[in-house]
């Protein structure tokens, strides 16, 4: 997959979730869901299953624990698309 | 160590569909999630368990300088007694035990998790309004100053929250919280 397309598609997943929508607009690897786009860590939880339908994929809780940044989720999904 | 997290119901039932295949299994033990569809109010449960859950990670996180991680489905929560507004429980993370309280009302329930049974806390909710980190100065000068400047309050690299006096980290342990129209703040009164 493009590494422009995961990104876009990433984006898409958050943005209904993120609080601070001017940090969506420098959205980035470095981009950290709850401190930069302000996402209720109970929104967390919808952005996981959302990628999770998205990419037809399943993330365990290990990979989950992990997936706090931009670039956390999609070397998670990267992997798991790997897997498949 | 303590930590606090409070919800604002209202918004929690705009922000969060908890009924959402997968949801709850995602988050919550089969103990859990059994208590919470045989519950009366099955709403109020998702969200006591949910804010337990949040206010003992900030405790654990505090206590073992751990930077943060999203798990919540590693934390148990117990029941010990569930009375009209105030109930107390338990949250066993990584094997260690943090007791917890929580206030529930018809629009919020505020939960603080302490890694004593008797721990010594000032934990207050305030509606947005009022400014939650000066209420928390203000509580904190009363108790431990007075100082000669007013304490800052700065996130550390993990994003815990501390106060600075003079570019000096002070040992006090507290935590934040806020969700729509409510805040919150827990301190511990133990220097740590």
Known sequence: MEEKDLDDQLRNIVSPYAQN???LKEFKDSTHFIQDLEVNSANLVDIILDVEDEFDIEIDNDSMEG????????????????EK | ?????????H???IQSNWRRPGYLQKIFTKEEQEKILNSENKNKMVWLFWSMKEAAYKAWQRKNNRPPKFNPLSLECSLRSNSYEKTTGKVIIEEETFYTKSLIKSNLIHS??????NEKVIWKSLSSQEDLKNSLVREFSATAGPFLKVPEIKKNRDYIPQFY????TLSYNFSLSHHGNFSGFAMSLNNS
């Open chain 1, 67 to 82: 997936m706090l940044t931009v670039e956390d989720a999609k070397n998670i999904i990267r992997k798991k698309m790997h």
């Open chain 2, 1 to 9: 160590m303590i930590g606090n997290d409070i919800v604002d119901l």
């Open chain 2, 11 to 13: 918004l929690a039932k």
């Open chain 2, 112 to 117: 603080l998790a302490t890694g004593r049974a």
């Open chain 1, 21 to 23: 929508k001017e940090s």
């Open chain 2, 165 to 168: 006096l003079n570019d000096q």
